[in-house]
């Protein structure tokens, strides 16, 4: 049995905290994606061994695996001298790991970018004897889809046992989507069986026997779906090593009865719907072997039924039925209606919902065409149409611009789309149509100038020539556009392929830092030009003057000497239901009648809070702006207002009380609670620390935010808006740009 084995070139046991086994076997093709998952620049984590074990694969896997490991000292191959099989490779893997957990993962497979991060920091957390992690689908043409339990991950404790969340045996029971501490898997004396369905095992009684269970509610693991070989797609005689695999599972019942024999009825009952699920998935079980199979079910089921096990209810109780009597005719028979049901059942969901939409989808439709329609009439060179935050109101870039571009650019008529319900939010004097109108159908149709802060509907592409400038709205500090497919908490339902194709519509993009635009351009793949201007709206706040400062305050109520201190926390999309993360009359009280505390919920989450001594709701008020020059202070979670906020010089503090939840949950560039602007409370009596000791007026908490600002804030002069005008609607270099000979200008970097 050949080996790289060195142990100058190995990690040590103390740096080894995961050792990842990986069996290969013909995955040429997919290796390399699966080994830059592992040890690539994607895991920011680097306290693994990869033991990677070459089960004679008659391709180049294993020449691959040498050459990565000769780069790579955190990876061992072992070469097996023959086929032993994927069970038995992991076998040998495992024989051979060092670290305190191990983590097979199959070598068709991928690891998301930053999961073994992630892992590590769960394990270190909650030391638990296994640890399961979420999974995404990927599909043969690249879609990806997330796991249909993913709602099993969310809101767990950090540590239970299998009696305190039974429905865990619901989830899927792969090797690769858990990590087993070491030791305990070793003293389980499992092993790993031989021919199809060998991880279960050892998935299941690890499962069992566990006195200390958790759970990643991050997708860590994406699965290729549909590969040439892969046993869920496979007909073969081989399917009737199912019986065999959980003849070894209930051995282990027996045998570990004290913690294992509550789970037996559930076990048994997983065991069934397993092997009539094989039989009634066309293909796999060979037709000449079909009865037989059923044969070797209803001989598993009379062997090892429990004493009180009774029939679910339903059509799925008479197929158990008929399975236990060995009745294949009458089984048989009853496939045909079951699959009718199952088709049915689809097709009137389908129906039902179709019903819902088809008012909607009417007047979707309607849009659509009428919109095309005006495409046909002559374009309007001269009009700008501006939108913002899906039509909520007049605020953020766009406004900034639309202001720059009336001094600038008079030319220019700037037009706004907005919400019926919002049209109040307009200045007197603006030009606005109302969203969803054949007016506002027409004047987007013949603008020659598109700019939002979000992306105008799918529906209404925009015309062969406009310019469609997207200004966004906030540095990333949470993961954005296409990374969110590793998080598809906080990505709900979103349609990326949808997303890639409305980032193809952009023209320009305007960029606040070197940061976001690296960001963006990767998680909104496009051929857009960027604008690296700083923020336009930040204009407003490094232009601010003092009297202008003293004409908010008094308006907002805040007596002269008073200290405001502004809190706006962000929204939660990981979430079901939004809470209020701060006890804020209870921090008003605390600050003192010297301070005023002014609230400002996020758009998504705006919750009513009763003004009262102290305590001041500006969660309805116009400009975020506003707020921001009025305040002495801001105390934010993960909202990008710490960017714009930062210009002013003035003290920042974080409050994160749910950092690692939101870290895991939503995905973050960097860590703030490292490399934010001021002091970081976790804590509500932390924070009352903060500004009891002013700590967050200390040098210390200046030179923070100096650095900071260096950083996220290059560009932000007070001209950020002048340069998009006028690299956009006049064609000229904005300050600071320079032209190529094509005539193209880019902002100075």
Sequence with gaps: MATNDNPAAQPSEEEALISVVLPVYQVQEFLPQCLDSLLGASQSFGGIEVVAVDDCSPDGSGALLDEYAARDPRMRVVHLPENVGLGQARSEGLARAKGDYVWFVDSDDRLTCGALAAVAE????????????????VNPDGRVERNARAHFFQ??????????????????????????????????????????????????????????????????????????????STSSPKHFDLFGQYERIFAFIDREAETAEPFRRAVFDRTVRHATTVLATPGLVPENLRRDFFRRASEHFQQFRPRDYSYPSGLRGLQYR??????????????????????????????????????????????????????????????AVYAAYWNRGYACNPAAIFEKARELAPGIRGVWVVAKDSTASIPPGVEYVVDGTPRCLRTMARAKYLVNNVNFPYELPKRRGAVLVQTQ????????????????????????????????RWDVLVSPNPHTTEVFTRVYPGGYEVLETGYPRVDRLVNASLDRANRVRGELGIAPGQIAVLYAPTHRDHQNETAPVLDVRRFGDQLGDDHVLLVRSHYFDIQRISSSRGVVDVSSHSSIEDLCIAADVLITDYSSVMFDYAVLDRPIVIYAPDWEMYRRSRGVYFDLLAEGPGPVATTHERLVEVFRSGEHTRPSAAKRLARFRDRFCPYDDGRAAERVVRSVFLGEPAPGESADPNGRTSAAR
């Design 122 to 137: 769960r394990l270190r957390q909650t030391r638990p004897d296994v640890l399961l992690v979420d999974h995404a689908l």
């Design 155 to 232: 809101d767990t404790p950090e540590t239970f046992t299998l009696g305190e969340r039974p429905g865990t045996l619901d989830l899927i029971m792969t090797a690769w989507s858990r990590v087993l501490r070491r030791d305990y898997l070793l003293g389980l004396n499992l092993e790993f069986g031989r021919g199809y369905y060998e991880d279960i095992s050892v998935t299941y009684p690890s499962l069992l026997a566990a006195r200390r269970l958790s759970m990643l509610d991050r997708v860590c693991y994406h699965y290729q779906r549909g590969r040439e070989g892969a046993i869920t």
């Design 322 to 383: 008929l399975v236990e009597r060995g009745a294949y005719p009458a089984y048989a028979a009853l496939e045909p209606v079951n699959r009718l049901r199952l088709a049915l059942r689809a097709t009137l969901g389908r129906a039902r919902r179709a019903a819902r939409r088809t008012p909607r989808l009417a007047a979707t439709a309607l849009r659509r065409a009428y919109y095309r329609a005006c495409l046909r009439l002559p374009a309007d060179d001269t009009l």
């Design 473 to 504: 709205h906030g540095t990333p500090l949470k993961k954005m556009g296409t990374d969110l497919r590793d998080h598809p908490a906080a990505a709900r339902d979103m349609n990326f392929d949808r997303l890639v194709e409305q980032c193809a």
